[in-house]
């Protein structure tokens, strides 16, 4: 049976009521703030920027959109990057991640806004008209859910993979999820790398770069957090911001996430080699190399407690 391991909120509703008011009260004050706090981060990152070598993939990520981006994120997310500075030359890239929440690709596109990463994304994910203007915004290619159409699923994922392969040809940054869903358990299983292979088939002039998120797994927007339940999304957002009032804003606790990036040169070697079944030698590499990749190192569910005057929950 799967475990939630959220924090129960057992906090008064006139206390948050309260805290709530008193923010938008002061909110003139508050976003008075949010600029000068974001001017100054802007000008802390074009200066860490200038430390790195001029093809660094850590610069060409790098825009003012997605400082933006970042600030808000980091309001409730302590996002932590290591492995982009090391990484250079030109693209196109393919990245390939793990997937332990729902909103590990808002978090991961923050990143990489510089390059325009479009994804790969289940077309079910896009019922409000806030995230049908992001999926175009985007420019997110969007597949069926082949867990609930079945075998109807197969034309519209040969699609999709097909205009991720033009994609990468024509230049464009895409980012996959090889699993194809999000994760179920602490740990990411792949089934296969099917996906990946028929893309860099198509498109072998790709560098592929392997990204672990770690930190996730146990959020509100992860299934950890919901008994092992698909969470709602836009419910979850919509907590988030209440959240955010309820703390000034800036008094909000804060989970860290890690994203680990490196390259993954040897797929693309892999993939040339194997015959086109499923079962080859180089097919099984990919997916055990990725596992073990993806799941290196990962801490155990966590629930960060929504409220400032709440005690950090323990590991579990």
Same mark, same amino acid.
């Given at each position: 049976?799967?475990?939630? %391991? ?30 000068? +706090? ?9 200066? =860490?920027?200038? !430390? ?36 250079? &030359?030109? &693209? ?8 332990? !929440? ?8 923050? =990143? ?17 008209? +806030? ?14 859910? %082949? ?46 790398? !099917? ?23 146990? !959020?509100?927007?992860?299934?950890? &957090? ?19 009032? =309820? ?28 015959? &086109? ?15 073990? %990749? ?12 929504? %409220? ?9």
């Amino acid at each position: 049976m799967p475990v939630s %391991y959220n924090l129960p909120d057992r906090t008064p509703a006139l206390p948050r009521a309260l805290s709530a008011g008193a923010c938008i009260l002061l909110a003139p004050a508050l976003c008075a703030l949010m600029l000068i +706090l974001f001017a100054a981060n802007l000008a802390r990152l074009r200066a =860490s920027m200038q !430390s790195l070598p001029k093809d660094s993939l850590a610069r060409r990520v790098a825009s003012p959109r997605g400082a933006a981006l970042c600030f808000l994120v980091a309001l409730r997310y302590r996002v932590k990057i290591t492995g982009l500075a090391q990484l250079q &030359g030109k &693209g196109p890239f393919l990245f390939l991640s793990n997937h332990p !929440s729902l909103l590990d690709p808002f978090i991961l596109y923050a =990143s990489l806004d510089g390059l325009r990463p479009r994804f790969l994304a289940d077309e079910n994910q896009f019922t409000s008209a +806030l995230l049908r203007w992001v999926k175009n915004v985007a420019k997110v290619i969007t597949i069926p859910d %082949y867990t609930v159409a079945g075998p109807k699923a197969r034309a519209g994922l040969l699609r999709g993979l097909a205009e991720t392969s033009a994609a990468l040809a024509a230049g464009d940054q895409v980012a996959v999820y090889p699993a194809g869903l999000m994760q179920r358990e602490h740990k990411e299983k792949l089934h296969n790398t !099917s996906s990946v292979s028929r893309i860099l088939q198509a498109a072998p002039n790709t560098r592929v770069i392997a990204v672990r998120v770690s930190g996730m797994w146990g !959020s509100s927007f992860s299934r950890a &957090g919901h008994n092992g339940e698909k969470p709602d999304f836009m419910a979850m957002l919509k907590l988030g911001a209440c959240t955010l009032l =309820s703390n000034f804003i800036f008094f909000t606790p804060r989970r860290t996430v890690h994203l680990h990036f490196a390259e993954a040169s040897f797929i693309l070697d892999a993939i040339k080699k194997e015959n &086109g079944e499923a079962a080859s030698p180089g097919r099984k590499a990919i997916t055990a190399w990725l596992e073990t %990749y993806f799941n290196h190192a990962q801490p155990p569910a966590m629930s960060v407690p929504r %409220y400032f005057w709440q005690k950090r929950h323990k590991k579990s």
